[in-house]
């Protein structure tokens, strides 16, 4: 893949709000909240390149993808699009500014591919008129030319040509699918936004669509933007992956790269976790603590370090990082928890605890220390002093009390700094640890080595 | 144990061996015998409805009746010249003399055979049997222009309102309840009061009452079906609001629509007939089954009225007939059209 061309579509800054209770008096009271689904996200696709992109459910994958269209009109950034005119010249238009008639001319360039072929396909029309419709609507073809056009995609896509006059429910998941790529392919675009295309198919129907993907890749040099949350189909298909955590874009790369030595902690959870056929594998799993945090308040600096695994520890304490992750944890349960009971469920290892005393602040610092896996005795003074003081707290008042104490002192840099995408030797990555204040040297190294081109 | 990947791999997408294996479906052209569009299922499916047959076959005499019954002129030209009716229905005393009317006891039929006066005559001696068969020509009409036209709005003003939503849709939507808050029947009279009596100001008034239910209905579909992603779609592929309303979202949220205004024709006709009684709706002599009914009300009432039933029953029964099929009709249409409920996949559909 050459890097030197210039791409065929850059995003930059884009950004994608929504308001929740909508309502004029409840935004008049001041009672909405804005949920941040795509937070400023840069991505570039190359002509003729698939960009996979992956994250969690509810990431912003596919507001992503939808604002990138204006589908969704996105809130904030630009979407800049270049095509190459017959003469050689090239051709920059910015999406987010093109009026709907100009916008419109854009979607034969530009096309879509959804997640669930059984909601995308109108029932009420038969194969020939969904596939014809986009012929209709931009007049590329009509009457007998239309009729052999529908026949040739249908073709293309490994459908029956007499398929042409069925109505949808008449197919199976995959064969609509097909049907939705057909409908796509009408235009003739040059760039083609897969939302999951085959997250809602069965495992070998899976495979087809994917290969016939890559087929039409080639045979009409698209280029893919490729949403999945299955890493394995990512890693088969895309050529750089781009990882998504609450809407922001945590690390770039080409496939190999990024599979071989992830760089940002997310991405080294995510690929940790990838099943392996190996009964004799043990593997080193690192499973996340919690869930993903809510949009309407991401947490505030980095917003992976309420579950980072290598959260940064403030550089004046003495203590080993991954007492600071448990701490850091406490922390930011107490914030939310109602009661000391609360925040020992909500810390709990899944092992039940004795009962305790809620009063007896002997008992209560035990019995936090042992949820959270604090040591009783941490090396630092002003350290151990302050967590001490806060599970007193906990006994005297309330959580978000014990939360206070221990944000005078256990404060990570993640929290307060947020990461820019910067170039590392290999990938891009949001993160402070490969930014030159923090880079401790050394690069995140796990053994995931032949891993990446076990499929190829 | 090891902690190292890839020990063992599976090449998990070599698809040629899946499509080797088996078929994309095991659908061959031999097993499509039954193909067939929603709106010709659904015809299959009234024909087979008995009540909706005999339903169908008395709306579609009437409407013979209303073509057949007087010959019809449009611009002094005479386009339909055949006349049915045994007699033209203002003519006065076909049975007997203003005498003979002005006796109670006087019966049509001492004049001529049964068969001469089926039905009977009225008080000014006018022949029921051609009266009524003319009737159809006002009442059955009224009833199908005012659904079609208020349907047709209704559907174009709740389809605007329920696609675009947000502040169209409510400052659509509170026109709409601001035409429920009237009583329908009471709107209607007061238009025909504004517009005078006649066939067009009624069509009118009832249109005007009409739409706002056939608005409401397809908005609230319409807000559901506008989520899938067939909507979103076209809008991709660069559709045009009025396509993505017309060809997609209408089209699958019209079902309950066609129901409401089959089952509303019938509605119409009453409320017609209803104000024909009043004495609102057409011009006193006009054959209309309603207006029949109301200048015949003192006769009945008066002193041995009940002597001539004839002169009410007859208008009053036609009104029943078409009124009862028009609901069998609308009663079958709604079956048919759920019982396709999960998208078409029946028996001989296919799919899967």
């Known amino acids: ?456 | 144990m090891s902690t190292k990947r890839g020990r063992i791999t599976i090449d998990g997408f070599d698809a040629d061996v899946v499509e080797q294996r088996e078929e994309l479906s095991d659908w061959s052209e031999d097993k499509d015998t039954n193909l067939e569009s929603r709106w010709r299922r659904v015809a299959r499916e009234i024909r087979r409805d008995r009540l909706a047959l005999i339903g169908g076959t008395v709306v579609f005499v009437m409407l013979l009746l209303a073509i057949f019954s007087q010959p019809i002129k449009a611009f002094g030209v005479t386009i339909q010249p055949i006349s049915i009716t045994p007699y033209d229905p203002g003519q006065q005393f076909v049975a007997g003399t203003t005498e003979n009317y002005a006796d109670p006891s006087f019966l049509p039929w001492s004049e001529g055979s049964l068969l001469d006066y089926p039905f009977g005559t009225d008080t000014l001696g006018r022949d029921v049997f051609s009266r009524v068969m003319a009737g159809t020509r006002y009442s059955v009409t009224i009833g199908l222009i005012v659904t079609a036209i208020s349907g047709t709005f209704g559907v174009i003003y709740g389809g605007i309102s329920g696609y675009f939503g947000g502040k169209v849709d409510g400052v659509l939507m509170r026109f709409v309840d601001m035409i429920f808050a009237f009583p329908g029947l009471v709107l209607a009279i007061v238009i025909l009061a504004l517009l005078g009596k006649g066939y067009w100001p009624l069509v009118l008034a009832f249109t005007a009452t009409g739409w706002a239910g056939y608005a409401r209905l397809i908005r609230g579909e319409i807000l559901k079906v506008k989520q899938n992603e067939y909507v979103l779609a076209a809008k991709a592929l660069g559709a045009r609001d009025r396509r993505v309303l017309f060809r997609h979202v209408v089209p699958n949220s019209i079902a309950p629509v066609i129901v409401q205004a089959t089952l509303s024709i019938g509605t119409v006709v009453i409320g017609v007939a209803a104000l024909g009684f009043l004495g609102l709706g057409f011009p006193p002599g006009t054959p209309e089954w309603g207006t029949m009914i109301n200048a015949e009300q003192g006769t009945v009432l008066s002193a041995r009225g009940w002597v001539r039933w004839w002169v009410t029953v007859f208008p009053g029964l036609m009104l029943f007939l078409f009124v009862m099929a028009m609901n069998m009709i609308g009663d079958a249409i709604n079956d048919a059209l759920d019982a396709q409920g999960g998208e078409g996949i029946d028996a001989a559909g296919g799919g899967g």
């Open chain 1, 1 to 456: 893949m050459s890097r030197t061309t210039q791409p065929i579509l850059e995003v930059d800054g884009l950004k994608k709000y929504y308001e929740t209770g909508g309502s004029f008096v409840d935004s008049l009271l001041g009672r909405s909240n804005t949920v941040k689904a795509v937070d400023g996200v840069d991505l570039t696709l190359q002509p003729g390149e698939t960009l996979g992109v992956v994250g969690e459910s509810g990431c912003g994958k596919t507001t992503l993808g939808r604002a990138l269209l204006r589908l969704i009109e996105p809130t904030e950034g630009s979407v800049t699009s270049r095509q190459r005119n017959d003469d050689g010249t090239v051709d920059e238009l910015d999406l987010t500014e093109l009026s709907s008639s100009r916008l419109r001319d854009l979607r034969t360039d530009l096309q879509y591919i959804f997640q669930d072929p059984f909601s995308s396909l109108n029932p009420r029309m038969t194969v020939g008129d969904i596939v014809g419709e986009p012929l209709d609507i931009h007049n590329i073809a009509s009457g007998e030319e239309r009729t052999q056009r529908v026949e040739e995609l249908l073709d293309t896509v490994g459908l029956n040509r007499s398929h042409a006059y069925r109505y949808p429910h008449e197919f199976s998941g995959g064969q609509r699918q097909r049907i939705g790529i057909a409908r796509a392919l009408a235009v003739d675009p040059e760039v083609i936004i897969c939302d999951e295309p085959v997250s809602a198919l069965d495992v070998s129907v899976q495979a087809q669509i994917l290969n016939l993907l890559s087929n039409l890749q080639e045979e009409f040099d698209l280029s893919y933007i490729f949403i999945a949350h299955d890493l394995s189909v990512v890693e088969h298909i895309s050529d750089r992956v781009a990882v998504m955590y609450l809407g922001e874009i945590a690390e770039v790369g080409t496939t190999d790269e990024l599979f071989t030595a992830p760089r940002h902690p997310y991405t080294e959870a995510l690929l940790s976790v990838i099943p392996e056929p190996d009964p004799g594998w043990e593997g080193n799993k690192i499973l996340l603590d919690g869930e993903v945090p809510s949009a309407i308040n991401p947490p505030s600096g980095c917003r992976f370090h309420t579950r980072c695994h290598r959260v940064i520890p403030p550089e004046d304490l003495s203590i080993e990082q991954e007492t600071f992750r448990s701490v850091l944890t406490l922390k930011l349960y107490a914030r939310q928890a109602e009661s000391t009971t609360e925040l020992v469920t909500l810390g709990g290892t899944g092992q039940l605890q004795e009962e305790y005393d809620e009063t007896d602040p002997v008992a209560v610092d035990r019995v936090i220390r042992d949820t959270y896996e604090i040591p009783s005795q941490l090396p630092d003074t002003t350290a151990e002093e302050t967590v001490s003081t806060s599970i007193e707290r906990l006994v005297e008042a309330e959580p978000p009390a014990a939360a206070e104490k221990l944000d005078e002192v256990f404060v990570s840099p993640c929290e307060k700094q947020r990461p820019e995408l910067e170039q590392t030797a290999e990938t891009q990555v949001s993160c402070l640890l490969y930014t030159d204040e923090y880079n401790t040297g050394q690069p995140v190294v796990t053994d995931q080595t032949g891993d990446a081109a076990a499929d190829d």
